[in-house]
């Protein structure tokens, strides 16, 4: 069973870095190019407002998320890949008129100047989310690689997964991109919500209804969330009204999984019988305290204040306080054993930098035969080459722990 889990973490460790070298191919791309100074989606809804330019323009204060584009200077656009083409074909300056469906009804016009895409425009808006969503991956592979047997880090791992992928590392191809289409995106949507509300379930104490049926809860939630999400992903392109309806129930469905999660730590915080799940718990509700301030921040400056220009970085701040205390509290048990852990890690270590190197080598043979890196053309490549890797895994990894005790020889 360890072997199976430390298997899965070091396959999403690895799949996550081709994801991240995806995104900086695509960000190189885009860099030096007109910009809109907004994001969408390629149905053409309009990004979160953490991904636009308020300085660019006083119109694209009038944009809210879910506002689905349809038109560039008068010419229909069924997809947002024609209509980066068309914004990149425009000198920096020009005056483009944006046409937008909101809610599926009404339309609106908004003229917007073009302007240069610099690096530093880059790393403003998708730097955090391409170096926070690897790091809640490794965070939480960590976590499960101590505690491979403990149910509890085993969601926290699918969370900061689902988490770290979805909503960090392909944030880049789901705006700008569009290479692997939104299921990737949709289907760690999914199991973020799923995961959020069985750990809230879960930790610091399992509840009802959990607690009755350990296994079929799990089976509901996830399955659940992955409906709506099929339902989306059907209504992607032809149905706005339905998707931004969907839009809704996801932002309540975070909410309400997280208030959950708060309560149930709360609880633990001031009346667990365990002095130490005391302290965790007091220890973890810093990340939802940052969140719920950071969450209003959020609120006011997509609906009230949309001149506000707030950096990506402090909404996802507690998102890593939340992610780092929680494997905090689930590991703390184990942290006097420090040696075994720095070895664990360094073998860890030599594993993902050889299956790194293996990923980078299939990512260049992709380009030269497929004439792109495209990201499923490199996933059916590095298929195969496990194939081919699998029978070796053993013997390496001996070699990885051979290393490691040399260096952190057991006393």
């Known amino acids: 069973m360890e072997r199976i889990v430390r298997g899965i973490v070091g396959s999403v460790v690895l799949a996550t870095l081709g994801a991240l070298l995806l995104s900086g191919v695509e960000l190189s791309e885009v860099v030096g190019r007109p910009f809109a100074g907004f994001v969408f989606r390629n149905n053409g809804d309009v990004g979160p407002r953490v991904l636009t330019s308020a300085s660019v323009s006083p119109e694209v204060g009038r944009l809210r998320p879910q506002d689905r584009l349809v038109a560039v200077d008068g010419e229909p656009v069924a997809h947002g890949n024609v209509a980066l083409a068309r914004i990149a074909a425009r000198p920096v300056g020009t005056p483009v008129r944006y046409t937008f469906e909101r809610g599926g009804r009404e339309r609106f016009d908004a003229v917007i100047p073009t302007v240069p895409f610099a690096w530093s425009d880059a790393l403003r808006l998708f730097g955090p989310f391409l170096i926070g969503g690897f790091l809640l991956v490794a965070l939480t592979g960590l976590v499960v690689a101590l505690r491979p047997g403990d149910e509890r880090a085993r969601v926290l791992f699918t969370l ?102 708060v309560v149930n730590i709360a609880r633990a915080a001031l009346a667990a019988p365990d002095a130490g799940l ?50 905090y509290a689930i590991v703390r048990l184990d942290l006097f054993a420090i040696d075994a852990m720095v070895r664990r890690v360094l073998v860890l270590a030599i594993q993902g930098v050889g299956a790194a190197v293996a990923y980078l080598v299939t990512l260049l043979v992709a380009d030269r035969l497929a004439g792109g890196a495209t990201g499923w053309t490199a996933a059916t490549l590095f298929a195969a080459a496990l194939l081919v890797a699998i029978p070796a895994a053993a013997p390496l990894r001996r070699r990885a722990e051979a290393a490691a005790a040399q260096l952190f020889p057991r006393q």
């Open 160 to 261: 900061g997964a689902a988490m770290g992928t979805g909503l960090g590392v392909l944030m880049v191809d789901g705006f700008l991109g569009y290479r692997l289409g939104p299921e990737p995106q949709l289907v760690g949507l999914a199991v973020t919500k799923a995961s959020i509300f069985h750990l809230a379930l879960l930790w610091p104490d399992r509840r009802w209804p959990l607690s009755r049926w350990p296994r079929a809860v799990p089976v509901f939630l996830y399955g659940w969330m992955l409906l709506h999400t099929a339902v989306y992903r059907i209504a992607y392109y032809d149905a706005p009204r339905l998707t931004t309806l969907l839009a809704h129930v996801t932002v309540a469905t975070f909410t309400v999984g997280m208030m959950l999660l």
């Open 278 to 327: 005391r302290r965790a718990s007091r220890v973890v509700l810093s990340g939802p305290a940052i969140g719920i301030v950071m969450g209003a921040l959020l609120f006011l400056n997509t609906w009230v204040f949309t001149q506000w220009s707030i950096p990506p970085l402090l909404f996802l701040l507690p998102i890593w306080v939340t992610m780092a205390t929680l494997g």
